[in-house]
């Protein structure tokens, strides 16, 4: 019988089966690198039935098999390819039936697109965290744009789209170009330039930020912190019209109002020529109503007044009967308050008699009188109760007076050492004494009972 594939031990050594060996090197491999970042280009790649994607990642020197399964592949935002370059998040295995090590990916990215959004990512969270996306310091814009700054490209889709956006809504409002590159190595030092020279010259109420959509790659140039800083730092409010709707970039979170499209953008700087006259032509009818409602009112006050006008001779004789019912006026209330003065004064005269000593003292004896009798009833209550008090007292006492104690029979028996309260205290033929109402008693102890 054949031995089992497990280890077979000897005297001397260890012998291991193919697929145990295969097993303890998959171990020491996923133990040993259990999550890695490798760059490489794609080739051989198959996705069978299972959705698994299975491909070799190669570059100029070496290569290595791959495996993505289904669960994690689901995630990817674009469709593997052939001789793509890419980055992969993974972790080193081996496939123990064949005996080949491999790379079991967990994410996938585009070589150049993820060290890009890594880049994006890491100084929008340093941004963000210094406060540069806050809402309590952007800047509002003007109620009325008076003369627009457009950083962009001459030569550009977004200038064209905005130049047609403003004609149609407003023609009138005034326009400087400020052309700079917006793609490119030169393109965000060029950007910082255009937005301080906007700063600097006089005029301008606001600075639109346009460039037309592209790759990631394509609005690099918005996502440079030297341009956000530049937008942070700008004076005049910074409306940001990159890209189409679904891009975002830096300079759209630092600036004061982000426009998906530049478009969209110029419709927000620009009021609308048509609904600007409707709202005119309705200020005029309002105006013209005002002013016809204000002289009509003009004139009936005019006609008012030329009714109220009169000679100045009636004038005179109407203040003439006038001064006369006021003369009148004045004699009646004259008298009414001297009336008023007479009866004040009788009740003072009056109030002044009734507490007239010579009136008051006959009243005054006859209360004296009243309260001396009262004392004198009260004097003798009083003396009458402390009697009675005293003579209950006295009661007391003499209840509680030894000699009222030997008056009842009772005698106080004593020896040498005082008052005897026990028989113990004395001695068979011990003279004593006995104290009783009248006088005391001399006795010899002949017994003693307890």
Known sequence: MPEPEAARMTTSRQILSVTLLNEHVRDLLENSFPNLWVEGE?????????????FTLKDAGAQIRAAMFRGNNRLLNF?????QHVVVKARLSLYAPRGDYQLIVEQMEEAGLGALRRAFDQLRLRLQQEGLF??????PLPETVRH????TSPTGAAIRDIISVL???????????????????????????AIALANR???FDAILLARGGGSLEDLWAFNEETVARAIAGSRLPVVSGVGHETDFTIADFVADVRAPTPSAAAELLSPDGEELLATLGGFEVLLTR??????SRLQQQLSHLRIRLRHPGQRL??????????ELRLQRAHAQRLRQHQQHLQYLVSRLRSRHPGERIPAMNAQLAGLQLRLQRALQQQLLTQRQHLSHLAERTQLASPLAILARGYAIIENENGVIRDSRQVRIGETITARVAHGQLIATVTECKE
């Open 317 to 326: 004789r109407d203040l003439s009967q006038k001064l006369d019912e006021l």
């Open 134 to 139: 806050e809402q309590e310091r952007k800047r």
């Open 42 to 54: 794609i080739s051989n790649l198959s996705q069978p039935s299972s959705g698994h994607l299975y």
């Open 148 to 151: 627009l700054a457009v950083i």
């Open 167 to 193: 004609e149609r809504r407003f023609p009138g409002l005034p326009v400087t170009v400020i052309p700079v590159p917006v793609q490119g190595t030169e393109a965000a030092p060029a950007i910082v330039r």
């Open 201 to 203: 010259e006089a005029g």
């Open 79 to 83: 469709a593997p390819r052939n001789g």
């Open 290 to 295: 005002a002013l016809r409602t204000h002289l």
